[in-house]
C-alpha cells in the first residue's frame, strides 16, 4: 500500500543532500541577499541554523532541503534570474537544471494518401490522411466546397445581411473572398467588404451599386481596370471610397505588389505559403512542412530532428515507415496534426491579413510585425513545433498540445456565412470558438489513443481570448488549459466582460459544464504578445534603478466614460473607473480632475507618444483588467517598472509559480483609494528590491524563441537582419516558451494525478529520486 506522497530532490553530485546540504544553502542564502533586504537576510542566518538542525535531528535528505529552501527564500527560490514559489523553485534548481538526454524513436512519414490528395491538399504520411486545401474535402480532397460571401439575400437586401465577407462583386467560392471577376481587366484584384456600396454621408446603403467606381464608366476606368502605372504616374487619381487591400499576400495603391503571405513558421522553408496554408514540396509534411516523410541528409532535416547523434534505422517498420532514434530531453510533447478546419483554413481564408497571425510582410518580404492582440497563440505554436521537446513519438510523450487557433475563431466570428455566430451560438463568440474545441477533442478522441488513456489530463490547450477558458466545453476540462485570464472565481463568479458578444453567462451548463474560468493547480496563465520593439532593449528601459524613476505611480489607458472611452459601467469591472476619479491627472469631460491627483501620480485616458518612456520612468504602473485581460503586466515589466495589480483573484502570467511578491505589489480592490499611501510606505531597499528582480526576470515576458525564428528565416532566405532582429537575437535568458517548458516539466514529475497511472519504464533524465513516488 502507498504509505503516502512525496516529492523529492537530488544534489548536483548524485548524493544525498547530507553531503551537498550545507553547499547549497550558502549558495541559496548569497542569491537570496541580492534580492531581499537586510532584515530579510538576518532571517535567512536564523533559517541557516534551522536547516543543520534539520539535518542533525535525522530528517529525509530530500525533505531536509525543501524545507530549509522554503523557510530561507521565505517562499522563493531564485532559479535562472527569476524567483520561482518555493517548492517549483526547489525541483527546478536541483532537477530540471541537470536532466540528461536519451534517445527517442522519432516515427516519419511513409503511409500514402488516396490519389496523391489530387495536389488540393498535402499528405500526412503518419496517418495516410490529406489535410486539404481550403475549398476542398473529401478523403482524397476530390469534393469542391462552397464559401459564399454573401448571407440571407432577400429582395429588401439584395447582397444579404451584414458579413465581413459582404460582396457587391465577384465571389470566390472557394474561400469567400469578393475580387473584381471576369471580365475585368484585373480579375483578381480584390473588392473589399467597404468597397463597391453608394456611399452617403458617410454611411454605406447596402442595397446600391456604385458599379461606376469598381468598373468605371465614360471618364474613369474604375477600381478593377485601372493601371498602378497611371496612377503612381498620377495621370489617374484614384476617387474615394478607396477599395484597400485587406487579404493578405499583395500590397499597393492597387494591391499590384504580390508578397509573402503569413504561414505557420512560414512552411520551414519547405514549402509555399497559400494565404495561410502550407502547400509542402515533396518529401515534407505537417502544418509547417516541418516533418521529412523521406530520409534526405541530415543536414537538411529541422532543428528538432537534429540533434549531436543520430541514427537511422527501418528495422520492424511497416509501410516504409522510418524511424530516427535522436536524442532529446523531457518533458516530451506530441504536436496534434489536426485537421485544417481547426488552424490552416481560418489562416487561409481571413479576410484581413493582420487577424490571426502576429506578422505580415511588405513588398520587400521584410517582416511587418503587428500588435495582434491574440498573437502569442501563433508565436507558441511556432516555438513548439521548432522546440528540442517536440517529438512525433505519442508512446514516448509527456503531454499532447491541440493546436486550435481558437482566438482566430473569435477573430473571424462574423468573417463569412460559414462562419456565423447568430445562428447556432446565440451570437456568443466564445461559445462558437469553444465548439471549434469541443470538435477537436472529438477527433483526437475517435482517431487517437492518446486521449482515452489519461482522459486527457496530459493535454494541453490554449484559449488566448478576453476571458480564456470560461467557455471551455466540459469535455477537456481534465487536460491543462493555457490562458491569459486566470480567474480563480475567488471572486467574480460570472462573466466580467462588458462586450456582450463575449459573456459566456448565458451559454447552456449542460456544454459548459460548472468548472471555473481557470484552476491554478492545473492551468497555467501565459504573457499576451508584445510587438519585438527594439526600442526599449536598445535604451535599456528594463534596467534603469529607481533614481531615474521620478514617478511614483502611472497607468495610461481608457479610463471609462468620463473620460471619452468605454461607456460601460462594467467595463474593467469599473476598477479603471474609480482610479481616475481619484487619481486622474487630466480633467475629465466635466472638467474634474482626480479627487486625490497629485504631480508624482499620472493616470491618464488617452495613450501619449511617450508611453514606453513614461513606463520607463515609473516606479510603479498600474495593471488593471479591460474586457478580461490586458497586458499592461507586460508593459510595466518589459519598461522595469514595478506591476501593481489591483484585480482580485485573477492571475497573471506564471502567477502560480513564480513568486509574485518579489517583483510586484497587489492591492486588494476595496483599497485602491488608498494606492499612494501604500506604494509610499514602500521603503527605498524594498523598491530597489522589487527593481532588481524584475531586471532578472523580464525576458520571461516575451516571445523571443519565436521572433528569433523569424529574425533566422529572414537572414536565410533574403540575407537580411533588421534592427528588431538584431536586438531579440542577443537575447539570451529563458523567454515565455522556455518559462513553460520548466513548468511542464516540474508538473511532469508533480502533477498527482501522474500517481494513480501505471508506473512505467521511462528513461526521465533525471534521478529516481527527483520523480513523485509514491511509498
Not at 540575407?719 to 528588431?724: G, R, V
Amino acid at each position: 500500500m502507498w504509505r503516502r506522497l512525496r516529492a523529492t530532490c537530488k544534489g548536483p553530485t548524485g548524493g544525498g543532500w547530507q553531503a551537498v546540504g550545507l553547499g547549497a544553502v550558502v549558495c541559496g542564502l548569497v542569491l537570496h541577499i541580492t534580492f531581499v533586504p537586510f532584515s530579510s537576510t538576518l532571517q535567512s542566518l536564523q533559517n541557516l541554523k534551522l536547516a543543520a538542525n534539520l539535518n542533525l535531528i535525522g530528517l529525509a535528505a530530500e525533505d531536509h532541503y525543501l524545507a530549509a529552501c522554503q523557510q530561507m527564500n521565505q517562499g522563493a527560490v531564485v532559479f535562472q534570474n527569476a524567483s520561482w514559489k518555493a517548492k517549483v523553485g526547489c525541483w527546478l534548481n536541483q532537477c530540471h537544471a541537470h536532466t540528461s538526454s536519451f534517445p527517442v524513436p522519432e516515427v516519419l512519414g511513409g503511409k500514402s494518401c488516396d490519389q496523391g490528395c489530387k495536389e488540393r491538399g498535402v499528405c500526412n504520411e503518419e496517418l495516410g490522411h490529406c489535410r486539404c486545401f481550403l475549398g476542398f474535402s473529401g478523403v482524397a480532397c476530390e469534393e469542391l466546397q462552397t464559401l459564399e460571401c454573401n448571407d440571407r439575400v432577400s429582395k429588401e437586401e439584395p447582397f444579404g445581411i451584414w458579413r465581413v465577407s459582404r460582396c457587391a462583386s465577384f465571389c470566390d467560392k472557394s474561400r469567400s473572398w469578393c475580387l473584381c471577376g471576369k471580365g475585368t481587366r484585373y480579375p483578381q484584384r480584390q473588392v473589399s467588404e467597404a468597397c463597391g456600396f453608394v456611399i452617403k454621408d458617410g454611411l454605406e446603403d447596402l442595397t446600391k451599386l456604385d458599379n461606376d467606381n469598381v468598373y468605371g464608366n465614360a471618364s474613369y476606368k474604375g477600381w478593377c481596370n485601372l493601371d498602378a502605372e497611371d496612377v503612381y504616374e498620377a495621370k489617374v487619381p484614384l476617387k474615394t471610397p478607396y477599395c484597400d487591400c485587406r487579404y493578405d499576400g499583395v500590397v499597393g495603391s492597387l494591391c499590384e505588389q504580390p508578397t509573402e503571405c503569413s504561414c505557420i513558421n512560414q512552411c520551414s522553408n519547405n514549402g509555399f505559403c497559400q494565404n495561410g496554408f502550407c502547400a509542402c514540396n515533396k518529401g515534407w509534411y505537417g502544418v509547417d512542412c516541418s516533418v521529412p516523410s523521406s530520409i534526405p541528409s541530415p543536414r537538411h532535416w529541422p532543428r528538432w530532428l537534429r540533434p549531436s547523434t543520430l541514427n537511422i534505422t527501418t528495422e520492424n517498420v511497416e509501410d516504409d515507415m522510418v524511424t530516427a532514434v535522436v536524442e532529446k530531453k523531457r518533458p516530451l510533447i506530441y504536436i496534434y496534426d489536426l485537421p485544417p478546419e481547426f488552424n490552416a483554413h481560418m489562416l487561409q481564408g481571413r479576410h484581413f491579413k493582420f487577424h490571426c497571425v502576429n506578422r505580415v510582410y511588405d513588398a520587400s518580404n521584410h517582416t511587418f510585425w503587428s500588435d495582434q492582440l491574440y498573437g502569442a497563440e501563433i508565436a507558441l505554436y511556432e516555438s513548439l513545433l521548432a522546440s528540442e521537446h517536440r517529438t512525433t513519438n505519442g508512446n514516448e510523450a509527456d503531454f499532447f498540445y491541440v493546436p486550435v487557433l481558437s482566438a482566430c475563431a473569435i477573430t473571424q466570428a462574423d468573417a463569412a456565412p460559414h462562419m456565423d455566430i447568430q445562428r447556432e451560438y446565440m451570437g456568443l463568440r466564445q461559445y462558437y470558438a469553444g465548439d471549434f474545441n469541443k470538435r477537436a477533442y472529438m477527433h483526437i478522441r475517435d482517431n487517437f489513443p492518446f486521449w482515452n488513456r489519461t482522459s486527457g489530463h496530459d493535454h494541453i490547450w490554449f484559449f488566448s481570448w478576453d476571458e480564456g477558458a470560461c467557455a471551455a466545453p466540459k469535455e477537456i476540462w481534465n487536460s491543462t488549459i493555457l490562458v491569459h485570464w486566470g480567474n480563480t472565481n475567488s471572486k467574480h463568479k460570472g462573466s466580467t466582460t462588458a462586450y456582450l458578444a463575449d459573456n459566456w453567462n448565458d451559454i447552456p451548463k449542460e456544454w459548459r459544464g460548472d468548472h471555473p474560468c481557470y484552476d491554478p493547480l492545473k492551468d497555467i496563465v501565459l504573457p499576451s504578445w508584445k510587438v519585438p520593439d527594439p526600442y526599449p532593449i536598445l535604451e535599456k528601459f528594463w534596467a534603469r534603478p529607481q533614481e531615474e524613476r521620478p514617478t511614483l505611480f502611472y497607468f495610461n489607458g481608457n479610463l471609462g466614460e468620463a473620460y471619452g472611452g468605454r461607456p460601460e459601467a462594467t467595463y474593467s469591472m469599473g476598477i479603471r473607473q474609480k482610479l481616475a476619479s481619484e487619481f486622474g491627472s487630466k480633467p475629465n469631460k466635466a472638467g474634474k480632475l482626480g479627487r486625490q491627483a497629485t504631480q508624482d501620480v499620472l493616470v491618464l485616458a488617452e495613450r501619449t507618444p511617450d508611453y514606453r518612456l513614461d513606463l520607463s520612468k515609473s516606479r510603479f504602473c498600474g495593471v488593471f483588467p479591460g474586457d478580461g485581460w490586458s497586458g499592461r503586466l507586460e508593459d510595466s515589466v518589459l519598461h522595469g517598472c514595478i506591476p501593481v495589480i489591483i484585480q482580485d483573484g485573477i492571475h497573471l502570467p506564471f502567477e502560480n509559480v513564480l513568486h509574485y511578491d518579489s517583483f510586484s505589489v497587489r492591492i486588494a480592490e476595496e483599497k485602491l483609494p488608498n494606492l499612494v499611501s501604500i506604494l509610499q510606505a514602500i521603503n527605498d531597499t524594498e523598491v530597489d528590491a522589487k527593481l532588481a528582480a524584475v531586471r532578472g526576470m523580464w525576458q520571461r515576458f516575451t516571445y523571443h524563441q519565436a521572433i528569433k525564428q523569424e529574425a533566422e528565416r529572414q537572414k536565410q532566405q533574403y540575407n537580411y537582419t533588421e534592427e528588431w532582429a538584431t536586438y531579440y537575437s542577443s537575447l539570451t535568458d529563458d523567454d515565455a516558451f522556455s518559462t513553460l517548458i520548466q513548468v511542464l516539466h516540474y508538473k511532469l514529475h508533480n502533477d498527482k494525478w501522474r500517481i494513480e497511472q501505471k508506473k512505467d519504464n521511462k528513461h526521465f533524465g533525471i534521478p529516481d529520486t527527483c520523480r513523485m513516488q509514491r511509498l
